[in-house]
Nanobody
Framework: VQLQASGGGLVQAGGSLKLSCAASRSILNVNDMAWYRQAPGKQRELVAHITGGGSTSYAESVKGRFTISRDNAKKTVYLEMDSLMPEDTAVYYC???????????????WGQGTLVTVSS
């Protein structure tokens, strides 16, 4: 597993959760990182994105509530989610554009997904 996501769970509406996604030792360098989510019956959508230099962007639906950050030394990306709503319920996936020991160049890698359930 190249990316390991954690931090999902069950939370009441209005609550908070913080997701983490760490790259394995097989990942050498990381450029852009992002969080996507996929709700039941819906397509996967981009939630938040952070460049290697730390510039961020967000989906309109989460602006002001979610914060993406990264620790380059730990090759880890975080998603802090506040004021959660039932419509935030989804499987959250982390993504990284990175170089790995097993590859000759750069490629996109996905984490395994972590379930976030927001009850009303």
């Amino acid at each position: 597993v190249q990316l390991q996501a954690s931090g999902g769970g069950l939370v009441q509406a209005g609550g908070s959760l913080k997701l983490s996604c760490a790259a394995s030792r097989s990942i050498l360098n990381v450029n852009d990182m992002a969080w996507y989510r996929q709700a039941p019956g819906k397509q996967r959508e981009l939630v938040a994105h952070i460049t290697g230099g730390g510039s961020t962007s967000y989906a309109e639906s989460v602006k002001g509530r979610f914060t993406i950050s990264r620790d380059n030394a730990k090759k880890t990306v975080y998603l802090e989610m506040d004021s959660l709503m039932p419509e935030d319920t989804a499987v959250y996936y982390c993504y990284a554009y990175a170089s790995a020991k097993s590859s000759l160049g750069w490629a996109g890698y996905w984490g395994q997904g972590t379930l976030v359930t927001v009850s009303s």
